[in-house]
């Protein structure tokens, strides 16, 4: 958006102000509707389009703490004839209830209402025929069109499906990209690994995520409501790993045979053999299919106590050490875990996984023994469990979704620092190298984080764990407290947004801290090391607003807008420790008064150029040495006049003989001119 543009937005500042997204679609604050409210404290309003468009819309106003998707939303927009919500524009726009801008989505509105109000809540159950008929049947063009674009919708459950009119004989499935992926799941619409992760740490999966969520909504519809409401969260994710997902869900309920295996193929835990698109439309055609049920953990000949309970398999015990950072630390300490598992499970391969774990963070060296510790034990969670996601202390996430579980958890400090230990330690690399088959995203992820490394070990200003913030998440808003009433997730938004920060006076601060550093520094191409370099002299005020001045000019000169004079004016005035340097008075008070003409222009980069120019300040040294010499030789006269120097009597007969001299030398030039004179006349 353009500084006028933005200027324009931010007077409307009352609760009646006009709130446009994308100069067509007017939000109406006034009016909220909370039945189309997203999770997490996404709130739904009424929206109209300014051209007359007939069809009744709703704007979703997104948080600016969490990112929505937004990567994904123009190949969403496309999904217009699908049965789901798909976006029709967003933007950023003026809230007036926040009195700040906010990132806002404009959607149809569904034709009825939810199917389950909420996912506590319960309904009258569905007949199979009616699920088929209703549900599967419409959706089943949906899946096939996430499946082929390798998009995932990851917010398939009972409470985000929509009647998609009065007559309850169709359904559509409501938005997915206000927030994270997954992150609104109830966990049990996700597979095991995925239910083992923090919300946040989720990721967005594959398609066969999707397929997986399909299956429970199906069981749910089918038994008007969750069917495993009496289990706890960790419950039932302790039951899917020892008994599968398919017993652990469906217990006693009475189904068709062939609702049975169609639910056998959607639970079924191991991704490559869950069904798919192709597998669904056999099915639907008529074809009977025999769905391949993973297999169970081995189950070892001695139970393993740990923490009041006994276990018969690996997963799940690594699951209960992973919720039990402390008491898992202890297991460690001793050699009975390795032990139980070479001889209770007979799986040499898993004990020398748990023993390499132990000598390789041995090797690694350095730290605190409560760090090596950990850095162990989350090694070993691994080797228990390869397919569990990552465990490090109070993190758990996929690796998929460990950038996002960053982002979401940043401002708690003490998990920032989790974050930050367990990357600078490698262990993304470590489960990723533990994987028995090596994908290419896989590859990425792991040559990405071997990067995050360089950068959370630069404790500098455009480095840190700022800069791992917006290099994880290329969409993420910056979170500069300059920035609390903007939303500012391109570089192109970051020098509007301080030209009307500019505009409206707030210039008690640098228009620089450390997350807007890290911002640039991570959405650059090349990153200002000229710049950073001087922002690291924070003691002294010339080098570092020089810096400062230099970062926004790289900025302006990269994404523009090449007009910034209230932003140029904050500038110049952050450029005077720097003109007070110069020596000469008349030159300084000359620069200022270009310094302000050039404000006036809005470009930076003529201010940089005023202040660090090397012929300007070399003529002033120049200027400055020649001014000390004279003052030297002025100095110097002076104390030899205050000396007595003209009184001294060597110098006074030193004087007079010179005097004589000349005195002697004019009387006999005059004496030969008269004797010339006369001889002529």
């Keep these: 958006m353009s500084s006028q543009a933005r200027q324009a937005d931010v007077k409307g500042g009352d609760q009646s102000a006009l709130v446009l997204v994308a100069d067509r679609y007017r939000i109406h604050p006034e009016q909220p509707i909370p039945a189309l409210d997203a999770p997490g404290g996404v709130k739904a309003y009424s929206a109209s389009d300014e051209r007359g468009a007939p069809k009744a819309l709703f704007a979703l106003v997104c948080r600016t703490d969490v990112a929505p998707r937004t990567e994904v939303l123009t190949q969403f927009s496309r999904f217009n004839r699908l049965p789901m919500t798909s976006p029709l524009r967003w933007g950023v726009a003026y809230w007036p209830p926040a009195q700040a801008r906010r990132f806002i989505i404009v959607l149809h509105q569904p034709g009825g209402e939810r199917i389950l109000p909420s996912p506590e809540a319960t309904i009258d159950p569905w007949r199979e025929d009616r699920v088929v008929r209703v549900v599967m049947n419409p959706l089943l063009p949906m899946f096939k069109e996430l499946g082929d674009r390798l998009l995932t919708h990851r917010s398939i459950r009972a409470d985000n499906l929509f009647f998609a009119d009065g007559t309850r004989e169709s359904v559509l499935l409501g938005e997915c990209f206000s927030g994270p992926p997954a992150m609104a799941q109830p966990s049990i619409y996700e597979p095991i690994d995925s239910a083992m992760s923090m919300p946040e740490g989720r990721g967005h999966g594959s398609p066969a995520d999707d397929f997986y969520a399909l299956g429970v909504l199906i069981l749910v519809l089918i038994c008007g409501g969750n069917p495993v409401a009496h289990l706890s969260e960790q419950e039932i994710v302790e039951s899917k790993i020892s008994k599968g997902s398919y017993a652990t869900l469906v217990g006693e309920t009475r189904l068709s045979l062939p609702m049975v295996e169609v639910l056998r193929g959607l ?7 869950r069904w798919r698109h192709d597998d669904l439309q056999l099915w639907l055609n008529g074809r009977h299919l025999s769905p391949k049920q993973a297999l169970l953990p081995p189950k070892a000949a001695r139970l393993f106590p740990f923490e009041g309970a006994e276990y018969n398999n690996a997963p799940a015990l690594s699951n209960a050490m992973g919720r039990n950072w402390q008491a898992a630390l202890q297991v460690i300490r001793s050699n009975d875990l ?6 209770s499970l007979s799986d040499d391969v898993c004990a020398n996984a748990v023993g390499s774990a132990t000598q390789s963070v041995i090797g690694i060296g350095g730290g605190a023994v409560n760090s090596l510790e950990d850095r162990l034990l989350s090694r070993v969670l691994v080797a228990l469990d390869h397919q569990a996601p990552l465990r490090y202390k109070q993190v758990a996430a996929r690796i998929q979704g460990l950038a996002t579980a960053f982002a979401v958890n940043y401002h708690d400090d003490k998990r920032r620092q989790t974050f930050a230990e367990l990357m600078i330690d490698k262990l993304p690399q470590h489960w990723i190298e533990a994987q028995p088959q090596t994908r290419a995203d896989m590859v990425a992820f792991a040559r990405t984080y071997d ?5 959370l070990t630069k404790p500098r200003i455009g480095y840190g764990a700022e800069r791992a913030l917006y290099s994880l998440n290329p969409s993420w808003p910056c979170q500069s407290p300059l920035l609390r009433n903007d939303y500012v997730a391109d570089l192109d938004d970051l020098l509007p947004a ?13 228009p620089i801290d450390w997350h807007i550093a890290g911002f640039v520094s991570a959405r650059m191409k090349s990153a200002p090391d000229r710049a950073f370099t001087e922002l690291t002299h924070d003691d002294d005020a010339k080098v570092f607003n020089l810096g400062v001045v230099r970062l926004l000019a790289e900025v302006q000169a990269a994404a523009g807008p090449q007009h910034l004079p209230y932003l140029a004016a904050w500038c110049a005035a952050l450029l005077q420790p720097a003109v007070a340097e110069f020596r000469n008075r008349t030159r300084r008070e000359q620069m200022m008064a270009v310094l302000r003409d050039l404000a006036a222009k809005g470009n930076l980069a003529a201010l940089v150029e005023m202040v660090d120019n090397p012929q300007r300040r070399s003529a002033d040294e120049e200027g400055f040495r020649h001014a000390k010499a004279e003052f030297a030789s002025l100095v110097e006269q002076m104390n030899w006049l205050r000396n ?13 003989r010179e005097a004589s001299s000349i005195v002697s030398s004019v009387i006999a030039a005059v004496t030969v001119l008269l004797i010339t004179l006369n001889s002529v006349f």
């Design 267 to 273: 639970l079924c835990d191991d991704p490559e053999e």
């Design 338 to 343: 390795e032990s139980w598992i070479r001889r």
């Design 451 to 455: 990067l995050i490394i360089l950068q």
């Design 498 to 510: 301080l030209e009307q920060l500019a505009r409206d006076g707030k210039t008690e601060r640098l």
């Design 644 to 656: 007595g120097g003209l009184t001294k009597p060597a110098v006074v007969r030193a004087s007079a």
